[in-house]
């Protein structure tokens, strides 16, 4: 059996569906049809009686492609309280069923829901850009440009 953590859950173990390869960097697992994988764990999940552990949230989380910031927005609570269920695990009772929704939401394929996911991600992403405006014979252009990480700023220097 193979202990499978690196869906990032604690407790999942494949029985089969898995290939293993020696590398040179060590051993190489693969598995088969990873997404039904990923799915069925985030239904197990959403239907356990007892409340979610931070690493389930944050699966659930991850399985609907949302950042924490994005999440946080959905759920009316800061950033920094997703990042502490994330990582000490004490989600409250309502944010606990309010994800476990959303994901079944999310799973059935809810329009509504997606787009307004999507809207909340593509503002985030906007947040993040910068607008260049160039001079040149003709008139002004102007590019749309990611603007990095504040640590990936720092790094580059002036």
């Not at 950042?67 to 959905?74: D, I, R, T, V």
């Not at 947040?127 to 405006?133: F, T, Y």
């Amino acid at each position: 059996m193979y202990h499978y953590t690196e869906c990032g859950l604690d407790n999942v173990w494949l029985a089969n569906g898995y290939t293993a390869k020696d590398t040179p960097y060590g051993t190489a697992v693969s598995v088969a049809n990873a997404d039904e994988l990923l799915a069925l764990l985030a239904q197990r999940i959403v239907s356990k009686p007892a409340r979610l552990s931070g690493k389930e949230f944050r699966f659930l989380r991850v399985q609907m492609g949302l950042s924490q910031s994005a999440l946080a927005k959905a759920q009316g609570v800061s950033e920094q309280a997703v990042s502490l269920w994330e990582r000490h695990g004490k989600v409250p009772k309502a944010n606990d069923a309010l994800i476990r929704l959303c994901y079944l939401s999310h799973a059935r394929g809810d329009e509504p829901l997606r787009d307004a996911f999507h809207r909340v991600m593509e503002v985030e992403r906007l947040i993040h850009q910068k607008i260049v405006a160039t001079a040149g014979p003709r008139g002004w252009k102007s590019t749309v440009q990611e603007e990095a990480a504040p640590e990936e700023a720092a790094a580059v220097g002036p």
